[in-house]
């Protein structure tokens, strides 16, 4: 405890915390100062060890401190760290480009994802993706292509182009003048509804838009499955498959935010997989170094990439970071990939996500859950006051701060959105450690539904 102190002091001193109130630091926020990490565990300076229940912000896939990964990246050390990227190339990148284009989800009727852009992290991805698609239709003369549509709750990110794109106030309200805006459209999330009814009112939303308002739109960005900050959200595939035939109808692009919901979160390695859809535009992030270096990549097809030939520089996709296929980080995914393959992830997943499915029904009789839903490897539990959707309440995010100290002093770390107790662990969890993830959740549950942490 002395040496988790020593470090709290020495960090409250120097660092200002991403996505912090630091008001709230240390207190009510206790602050953890991680030592290691081992398997699905974090280990703090006094030795105390918590369940790393969202892979810590989604990023880790098989677990921290992986031994294969590690190896592959000092590997890559001894022999290139970083090169750059403009004029000149390096293995790494080249070999992840060509299996990620291999991997990448497919319609034979399409044209098929062909060039891969590099970025350093998932806001980043969506700012190619969006230069990209306004970029293309510039080049062709097009000039009235000039906004977005966006789906209700969505989020990309907190760069001012990725933000602008989202619809979560919490990020989105302070920074509003200094944002574009897109159209938004109804989400398909099936909260409180029936699945098939909330993707056919919000197809329906879009089309309307599309009609109004198709000449003067780039593209449709959309997370697939799966709206992760805006409450671990889920719909149907089937919302999908209608996006991909209306953005063909109009004539604008498909944007897929898979940054979060990729390499197999959803049950399938991508979740455009699901719907059987391939997007215009496949961003990619978090897991893709297995949760150690920072790295996002953008799939596009050759007919983007065409767009840009041209002996003007002003044609060209002048659009670059410092460390843009970061020889490291791709070292990091392209071990990343081969665990997939030799630990055959996506199926053994699969017995995995059946344990989540078992420990979440225990948590079914609490008044509190008023929605327990399930994509994958992402549980979600929404809590409200009465137990029905859409209660009204002041401030949900004190029921999630007392569900987050909760259960830190049971050794798992859960970080609430809001009202949202969610569990998207790594890949390595046993059954052990899911029972335990289950135990403390239905405590930090039994917790608030007993004193009352809900504002009136």
């Known amino acids: 405890m002395i040496a988790d102190d020593q470090w709290r002091r020495r960090d409250l001193q120097v660092l200002w915390h991403p996505c912090t109130q630091m008001a709230e630091h240390p207190d009510p926020l206790p602050l953890l100062t991680i030592a290691s990490g081992q398997g699905a565990y974090l280990v703090d300076h006094s030795g ?5 229940a969202v892979s810590s912000w989604w990023v880790n896939l098989f677990g921290h401190a992986e031994p294969r990964i590690a190896e592959a990246v000092a590997r890559q050390a001894k022999k290139l760290s970083q090169v750059i990227l403009a004029g000149a190339s390096h293995e ?30 998932g806001s980043a991805g969506i700012e190619v993706a969006l230069k990209m698609a306004f970029h293309w239709f510039r080049n062709r003369g097009d000039q009235l292509r000039t906004r977005f549509v966006s789906l209700h709750n ?17 990020y989105r309200r302070v920074y509003a003048p200094l944002l574009a805006e897109p159209l938004f459209v109804r989400s398909p999330d099936a909260f409180g509804t029936e ?17 109004q308002c198709g000449e003067t739109v780039c593209a449709v960005i959309l997370e697939p499955l799966v709206q992760c900050a805006g409450g671990m959200r889920m719909h149907s595939p089937d919302y999908l498959k209608g996006a991909r035939a209306l953005c063909d109808q109009y004539g604008v692009f498909l944007i897929a935010d898979e940054i979060a919901v ?18 215009d535009f496949l961003c ?21 990439y065409d767009g840009f030939l041209d002996r003007s520089r002003e044609r060209a996709f002048l659009h670059s970071h410092s460390y843009t296929g970061n020889a490291l980080a791709c070292a990091a995914a392209l071990q990343t990939l081969r665990i997939f393959k030799d630990d055959a992830i996506i199926e053994t997943n699969q017995e995995r996500t059946q344990w989540l499915a078992d420990a979440a029904n225990t948590l079914d009789g ?38 987050y100290r909760y259960a830190l002093e049971h050794g798992v770390l859960l970080r ?31 917790e608030l539904a007993q004193h009352g942490e809900w504002p009136q």
């Open 48 to 52: 105390t060890r918590y369940l790393d």
């Open 92 to 121: 790494p990148a080249v070999e992840l480009a060509e299996q990620l284009l291999q991997l990448a989800p497919r319609d034979p009727d399409r044209e098929p994802l062909a060039k891969v852009f590099y970025a350093d992290n």
């Open 154 to 170: 969505g989020y990309h990110g907190e760069t001012l182009g990725a933000l602008a794109v989202g619809d979560v106030p919490l």
């Open 195 to 211: 699945p098939q009814l909330a993707s056919t009112l919000a197809l329906d939303d879009l089309r309307r838009t599309l009609e």
């Open 262 to 279: 990729g390499f197999g979160r959803t049950g399938t390695l991508f979740a455009c997989e699901q719907a059987a859809i391939q997007p």
């Open 284 to 304: 990619l992030s978090k897991g893709l170094t297995g949760g150690t270096l920072p790295l996002a990549a953008v799939l596009t097809t050759q007919s983007v």
């Open 366 to 403: 609490h008044g509190i859950v008023c929605e327990r839903r399930q994509t994958g490897m992402i549980v979600a539990f929404e809590l409200s006051p009465d137990g029905t959707p859409n209660s009204e309440y002041a401030d949900p995010a004190r029921a999630g701060l007392r569900a």
């Open 416 to 446: 609430p959105l809001g009202n949202v107790l969610y569990w998207m662990p790594p890949y390595c969890v046993d059954q052990v450690d899911i029972e335990k993830l289950a135990t403390v959740t239905q405590g930090a549950i039994a």
